[in-house]
């Protein structure tokens, strides 16, 4: 059994970029941009007025309070050749450029006008004043979105400030999802005493949301090699093929037979972690991904999260697709007893002593009632078997596409 380490590793590494793609920038939310991005003027691109007020000569001011004549306005997006000489003032709104000779801004708030005369009040006055200068925030060429970086809000505001209506993107992975078990009926079904009813398609299916992932449910296969390798087939037209249930030891969990046979190449099978250690992954000749997830609903949501997401990363082009734990202290003990490196369900618990994880009770794999109370997992190492009150853990939430 290898180790989760190395079953991260196999993931990412056998995976590329797809193929880029340029797309409307206000659709790029998510994806990921092909190129840096830098600055193709300064930002700001002019000295701009920060506030609206009085552009004065800093040196005027021989006291806080001096009476200047009123020159005239400059409104926001007129062009002015306005001049401010000493004993001059002139009335500018917040995003105009600050006129020539000025070095100030008085505000509105701090001004008196009366005829073609304004007084002003400031007693702080000084070169720069509620001036943001042009420049100070990037210069032309300064780096403002790295390649491989998956475009927030944030980012596709830049990408349209420096003029980026489309952008080259790299493609993400579609999914397709089934999921198997003779036990297995739709949720709409009444079902008998021995039945269950699907919910890892759902789940499976709600996580792709936040990348954006489409994603198709093939439906449900009973245990039986001929529904299952009919299935498996519609499935590898995919970039990723998420099976759950019948993956492990018993003599129905045909899943890793009938993926060999057709045609997905094991690239491993049992990763030493709980949940997860039966998880099967391979890949085609066509560079379709396959993943066989243990059935139990608390499997294959953590499974989801820990080993499927670093392959979406990977295949959307993040730079970063390995995990980013956030390092929190825990709010109480937490106990194992495996020696495989554990994934235990926890939630935020924020106090007035600050942010710490505090365990979710679970009662196995299939309690994904008590389950749904949780916020993220935490990493029990396989080398303890006990984790105490305050010691940091690694705490990966449920979702980081922001
Ligand atoms: P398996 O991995 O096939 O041995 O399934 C493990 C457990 O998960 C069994 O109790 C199954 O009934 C349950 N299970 C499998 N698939 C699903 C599903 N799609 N929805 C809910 N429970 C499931
Ligand atoms: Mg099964």
């Known amino acids: 059994m290898i180790t989760v380490d190395k079953a991260l590793n196999m993931i990412v590494d056998n995976?590329?970029?797809?193929?880029?793609?340029?797309?409307?920038?206000?659709?790029a939310h998510t994806f990921v941009s092909v190129n840096d991005i830098v600055a193709d003027r300064p930002l700001p691109p002019f000295n701009r007025v920060a506030m609206d007020g009085y552009a004065v000569r800093s040196t005027?001011?021989?006291?806080?309070?001096?009476?200047?004549?009123?020159?005239?306005?400059?409104?926001?997006?007129?062009?002015?050749?306005l001049v401010v000489e000493p004993g001059e003032a002139v009335n500018v709104m917040?995003?105009?450029?600050?006129?020539?000779?000025?070095?100030?801004?008085?505000?509105?708030?701090?001004?008196?006008?009366?005829?073609?005369?304004v007084t002003l009040h400031e007693d702080n006055i000084r070169p720069g004043l509620n001036i943001a200068s042009m420049g100070e925030d990037k210069s032309r060429g300064d780096l403002l979105i790295q390649a491989g970086k998956p475009l927030s809000a944030a980012d596709i505001a830049v990408a349209a400030s420096v003029g980026l209506a489309e952008i080259e993107v790299y493609q993400k992975p579609r999914i397709k999802i089934i999921s198997t078990g003779t036990e297995i009926v739709h949720p709409s079904v009444t079902p008998l005493d021995h039945q269950i009813r699907d919910c890892n398609s759902y789940s499976l299916r709600t996580m792709c949301r936040p990348y954006r992932l489409e994603n198709e449910f093939l439906g449900i296969g009973e245990d039986d090699k001929d529904v299952l390798s009919a299935l498996i087939q519609k499935g590898l037209d995919s970039e990723i093929l998420l099976l759950s249930g019948g993956v492990s030891m018993g003599d129905y969990d045909h899943i890793p037979k009938l993926l060999s046979e057709n045609g997905v190449k094991k690239i491993f099978h049992k990763i030493k972690v709980k949940p997860g250690k039966p998880v099967w992954f391979g890949k085609t000749d066509?560079?379709?991904?396959?993943?066989?997830?243990?059935?139990?609903?608390?499997?294959?949501?953590?499974?989801?999260?820990?080993?499927?997401?670093?392959?979406i990363k990977k295949l959307s082009g993040y730079k970063q697709a390995q995990h980013a734990f956030l390092k929190l202290p825990l709010s109480q003990d937490a106990k194992s007893k495996t020696p495989r490196e554990h994934y235990m369900p926890g939630k935020i618990k924020v106090t007035d002593s600050g942010t710490a994880v505090e365990p979710v009770q679970i009662r196995g794999s299939g309690d994904f009632s008590n389950f749904a109370e949780s916020q993220g997992l935490f990493l029990m190492p396989g080398s303890k078997r006990v984790l105490e009150k305050g010691e940091l853990v690694d705490f990966l939430p449920w979702s980081d596409t922001w």
């Open 286 to 311: 066509k560079e379709t991904f396959v993943f066989g997830l243990p059935g139990n609903p608390v499997s294959v949501q953590s499974c989801f999260r820990i080993f499927v997401e670093p392959l």
């Open 15 to 27: 995976a590329s970029p797809l193929s880029a793609k340029t797309m409307a920038t206000e659709h």
């Open 60 to 81: 005027d001011f021989s006291s806080p309070e001096i009476e200047l004549k009123l020159k005239g306005q400059i409104q926001t997006g007129i062009q002015s050749e």
């Open 94 to 117: 917040t995003g105009a450029p600050c006129p020539a000779g000025a070095d100030a801004v008085v505000k509105v708030e701090n001004s008196k006008v009366s005829g073609d005369v």
